[in-house]
């Protein structure tokens, strides 16, 4: 599918990463503070920061694809990614959850990191 990865994909996913790692830090001060701290909070946190970081990433790598194909093709194969990825975050949380080593809120909670990054960059980056 993409022989090089484009160095905007490289770059927005180092600062999704960064953003998910801090973040992580914070979720597990809060379980520290709130005394439900234990390590499946730990490999949870870890495990789901993997997960919303690897999708990101994939988003990334589809989009980059997309910018070679013709608009409409682009548009389903972003949608296709979409579904997919959806899919793959379901299907992960759910094994993740059933596995029982991590917590479970502590796995689903990183999920919004991406999310809450990607929003603090476009208001950082409002007036460039």
Not at 13 to 32: K, N, P, R
């Amino acid at each position: 599918m993409v022989n090089r990865i484009d160095p905007t994909v490289k770059k927005e996913t180092a600062y999704i990463a960064l953003t998910v790692l801090v973040l992580s830090a914070l979720e597990q001060a809060v379980f520290l503070i709130i005394g439900q701290w234990d390590y499946t909070v730990l490999l949870g946190n870890l495990y789901g920061a993997a997960v919303a970081v690897g999708n990101f990433f994939l988003m990334g790598l589809t989009v980059q694809h997309c910018l070679t194909l013709e608009p409409d093709d682009a548009k389903k194969k972003m949608q296709l990614s979409q579904q997919l990825r959806l899919l793959m975050l379901l299907l992960l949380c759910v094994v993740g959850a059933a596995i029982g080593c991590f917590h479970t809120i502590a796995l689903l909670i990183p999920q919004f990191f991406p999310r809450i990054g990607v929003t603090i960059r476009g208001l950082t980056m409002k007036d460039k």
